[in-house]
């Protein structure tokens, strides 16, 4: 973080500067005697009314004005608007009055709720991650009820997680089912930051949040898609800054969920730009690895109260090699891919199994035979698609006997790692599945060892457990 080049104590409330320049969300800030706030500092402008606009130090131009970049819309804001330096970074309200409330990105009330008091705790947005010696790695599995997160790309407590994919694959249905699976059953507090996505999706969230009770225990944090880059650029630190309270103050563990990091670079990108700034590979902001490691590297867990975040990242164009994509995922410790052949074939959630990764998939943490079940699964999927041109051009009776063992057991893995999901319930009409590890790990190692080579391939689609299955098919056990 840059620090001022005066003492930000030198600047109160008391010497007011004046806008001297509005361009979009981008002010310049002219404050006599020469005594600029400090970069990262809140600045409050006079937006005319009652109306005070929040805005962000971003750099010193010369030695009387500042730039800064506003956290809300600035239409109508004149020149000679006055603003107050809060010799601060924008502080917001943390700890337990923001529990089952919606705030904006400068800690404003969002859910047309009650105000939030004086006495309730303020912190600054900008932080510095634990120190390294003080984080605690993580190593035990969080179990989901998802069959194919669970056997191949296992979510770590106290981990980071992302669901990669391009546009309309599933990210958010898999990220809001995530929410609904495990945010009841979760012992410590959940934090969701809504990232530059439609606000209609955010308040779905808030209403399913307070029909099904969850909201007692969740702070929700909006800046979406209509709001300017700024708010988007800043409302996961927002997130960060709630979750971090409870995981330092309390000791309490934070599930902290967001939808879409993409979208924090893509807000990054944009006041960049209209910083002035060069822009760098494929367009982005010069700045990207320094500004995702600012976000990722506070996400971290410490002794005793763990931080476990679960992100969904947008894929532009379904390239995975994008900058932000790789910038995002090097702070990972599981990456979910979802595919678009995949869910164009409704083989729902569409996690790429051979694409997806997680740390904790290792023998030493998972133990052996789940880390063999999940690497059988994975030898017998992409056999099936090395044979996949030979079955298109020739047909399957051209296969020996033993690869088309395989191709069928390949078919019907896949069809059984497809499972319905509760918040897709009312569109499939289908009741959603949740399915123990052992039980998806049974039903696994059964269709390796061709147990169901004789069931239909449709009976393993769209099931929970083996059992399901076994109906579907008419077996008896
Ligand atoms: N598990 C699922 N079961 C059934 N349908 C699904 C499932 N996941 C996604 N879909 C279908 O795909 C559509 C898009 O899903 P979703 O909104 O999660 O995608 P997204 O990747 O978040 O898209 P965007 O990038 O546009 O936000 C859903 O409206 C639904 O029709």
Redesign the pocket.
């Known amino acids: 973080m840059q620090r001022p080049l005066i003492p930000t104590k030198a600047v109160g409330s008391k010497r007011p500067g004046h806008v001297v320049a509005v361009r979009g969300p981008v002010l310049d800030v002219h404050f006599e005697g020469g005594k600029l706030p400090a970069v990262n500092d809140a600045l409050h402008v006079d937006a005319g009314g009652a109306a005070t606009l929040v805005a962000e130090v971003q750099s010193h131009i010369d030695e009387r004005t500042v730039r800064a970049v506003a956290l809300q819309t600035t239409s109508g804001l004149a020149r000679g608007a006055e603003v107050a330096a809060t010799g601060a970074a924008i502080m917001v309200p943390v700890g337990d009055a923001v529990l089952g409330r919606l705030l904006t990105t400068t800690g404003g009330v969002g859910d047309g709720g009650e105000a939030l008091g004086k006495d309730v705790p303020r912190r600054p947005i900008h932080r510095a991650p634990p120190p390294l010696d003080q984080q605690s790695a993580a190593t035990a599995m969080f179990e989901t009820g998802i069959k194919v997160l669970d056997l191949l790309s296992p979510l770590a407590q106290g981990g980071k997680a992302a669901m990669f ?10 990220v ?2 995530l929410i609904n699976a495990m945010v009841a059953r979760y012992e410590g507090v959940a934090v969701f930051a809504g990232i530059g ?2 606000s209609r ?1 955010g308040h779905e969230l808030l209403t399913d949040m307070r029909q099904s009770g969850v909201i007692a225990k969740t702070a929700l944090v909006f800046g979406q898609m209509n709001e300017p880059p700024g708010a988007r650029w800043r409302v996961g630190l927002t997130a960060l800054t709630i979750a971090e309270y409870f995981r330092d103050e309390q000791k309490r563990n934070v599930l902290l969920l967001m ?2 990091v993409f979208r924090f670079v893509q807000a990054g990108s944009e006041v960049s730009g209209l910083l002035g700034r060069m822009p760098s590979r494929v367009g982005y902001q010069p700045t990207l690895a320094s500004e995702v490691a600012a976000l990722q590297e506070r996400i971290a867990s410490v002794e005793g109260a763990s931080v476990t975040a679960i992100e ?1 990242v ?1 894929v532009p164009a379904d390239d995975f090699t994008d900058p932000a994509v790789t910038a995002i995922s090097a702070h990972l410790d599981s990456n979910v891919l ?1 595919s678009r052949a995949m ?1 164009a074939e ?1 083989m ?3 996690v790429d199994p051979l694409g997806s990764s997680s740390i904790l998939l290792d023998p030493l943490v998972v133990g052996d035979d789940h880390y063999a079940l999940a690497q059988a699964t994975r030898e017998t999927i992409a056999h099936y698609r090395e044979l996949q041109d030979i079955i298109s051009l020739l047909g399957i009776e051209e296969l020996g006997q033993e690869d088309r063992l395989a191709v069928g057991r390949a078919r019907r893995l896949q069809r059984f790692l497809t ?3 509760v918040v ?1 319930e009312a ?2 009409g289908q009741p959603g599945r949740s399915v123990p590890l052992a039980l998806t790990l049974d039903g696994v190692r059964a269709i390796l060892a061709g147990e169901t080579d004789d069931w239909p391939e449709s009976a393993f689609y769209m099931v929970g457990d083996l059992d399901e299955a076994r109906t579907k098919a008419g077996k008896t056990s």
């Open positions: 994919g391009g546009a309309g694959v599933g990210k958010t249905v898999l809001m089912e996505e439609r999706e939808d879409n969904a947008y979802l869910a409704g729902y959630p569409a499972q319905p999901f897709t569109f499939t």
